[in-house]
């Protein structure tokens, strides 16, 4: 690789035409550090720019620096491969190379409904709850023919309820209208309620062992400290796609976006990163530099807003009454315990009187705080007993010794037994 053209920055950006021109002109063969810089600059085209200057230079720098010679983009994925077969993840749902032998494929169903709990929720929280899914409903049909109801009972504790609901709703879909068999095709399952382009791509390549493009937290950290990218996330997200995607094993497409996942999550991890264990350090930017744990870059994040609200802990011979929320909105078709609206400026005085279900004597019983994605929640919860002869508009009253069965969702489940705790304290 010594006698390569030496390109500099100004070059490429003197003119997109030129540049392209240029570098079109000097790919010689598909593989090679080469040819994975001029793949990144191809894809991102549209979106090269002065912000993204350092970077990029850095990438083009590396094109003479010998360690990344030695190391071209074959030697690179049969290193992380080989280590993926020694040191990677043994999960449910994943097939690992040596189990092809005396296994089926992947099963869609298990693959798809793993992703779908994974988002935004941890290996270890999600685990649990995809065996007693499978359990319950072993296949698509059968997840489709369950109500509703159960399966939001059943998700309660895994946050971000629009998933339950559109896991339904896409059970429903693969089902009646595509005979049980999920798609392959990355459009065609991006079409299905629920899934978007992430999730798309890892089923293909999981479920599939299509050529995919998944990129999800471990491998952004993978990614940039390799590169040392000086672009922050969120904006650097269309470079280390592209660089992830040029790095993938065309031969072995679902084990290599496997294998970098792994990476991430048991090697390159946030804080303490074990580089000794690393595949891939001695191509590795951050790692030469020793400043691993400054990668990846990040925009500073705004404080999460708080809003507050009270909700109604009422109970009655042992029983608490709980409600279900409209269908849209957060916690949509959840269960909960009626309350305020929970806004900025809180509910005044004349707010939680007209909410009330009736009049009585409510107690304080504490204040629960929950985090979203979006906002932190402060929930006053006001208690008390409720006479016999009542009767709720809507909802039910369900045994307080069978709450984990009313499928609540965590703050409204704090708010709960925050409230049980309160009369307790009482008797």
Not at 64 to 79: G, K, N, T
Not at 108 to 118: K, R, T
């Amino acid at each position: 690789m010594g006698g390569r053209p030496r390109w500099d920055w100004a070059q490429l950006h003197a003119s997109f035409s030129e540049a392209l021109r240029c570098t079109r002109r000097r790919v010689e063969a598909p593989g090679g550090v080469e040819a994975l810089v001029l793949r990144v600059i191809l894809d991102n085209k549209a979106s090269l720019s002065a912000a993204g200057k350092r970077s990029w230079e850095f990438i083009l720098s590396n094109l003479r620096d010998p360690v990344l010679d030695e190391l071209d983009i074959s030697q690179l994925r049969a290193a992380l491969l080989e280590w993926y077969g020694a040191q990677g993840r043994s999960l449910p749902w994943r097939i690992r190379p040596e189990e092809r032998g005396d296994r089926a494929a992947p099963d869609p169903y298990a693959v798809w409904l793993s992703e779908i709990m994974l988002q935004q929720t941890t290996i270890p929280h999600a685990t649990p709850y995809w065996r007693a899914f499978l359990e319950r409903w072993p296949t698509v049909h059968d997840l489709a023919r369950a109500p509703r109801e159960d399966v939001l009972a059943a998700w309660a504790g895994l946050g971000y309820y629009a998933r339950a609901r559109n896991l339904h709703k896409c059970a429903g879909v693969v089902s009646n209208e595509l005979d049980g068999v999920f798609p392959a095709d990355l459009e065609a399952l991006k079409a299905l309620p629920g899934i978007g382009d992430y999730t798309a791509n890892a089923i293909r390549a999981v479920a599939f062992d299509q050529a995919a493009s998944v990129v999800d937290g471990n491998v952004e950290r993978v990614i940039s400290r390799m590169f040392a990218l000086e672009t922050p996330l969120p904006k650097a997200k269309p470079q280390i796609k592209a660089l992830a995607g040029a790095l993938a094993d065309p031969a072995r497409p679902g084990d290599y976006a496997q294998a970098l996942m792994d990476l991430g999550a048991t090697v390159c991890t946030p804080k303490s990163p074990d580089c000794a264990r690393c595949p891939w350090r001695r191509a590795c930017a951050a790692q030469a530099a020793g400043v691993q744990t400054r990668y990846p870059l990040k925009d500073k994040k705004k404080p999460k807003p708080v809003r507050r609200g009270v909700c109604f802990h009422v109970m009655r011979a042992g029983g608490l009454w709980l409600r279900r929320r409209p269908e849209t909105g957060l916690l949509g078709a959840m269960m909960e315990l009626p309350g305020t609206d929970w806004t900025e400026a809180g509910p005044g005085d004349g707010d939680v009187a007209a909410a009330q279900p009736f009049q009585g004597l409510w107690r304080d019983a504490g204040e629960v705080r929950h985090v979203f994605t979006h906002f932190e929640l402060r929930l006053t919860v006001l208690s008390t007993e409720a006479d016999l002869g009542w009767t709720p508009g809507d909802g039910a009253f369900f045994e307080i010794t069978e709450l984990d069965a009313a499928g609540l969702p965590s703050v409204m489940m704090k708010a709960a037994r925050l409230g049980i705790r309160a009369k307790a304290r009482l008797l």
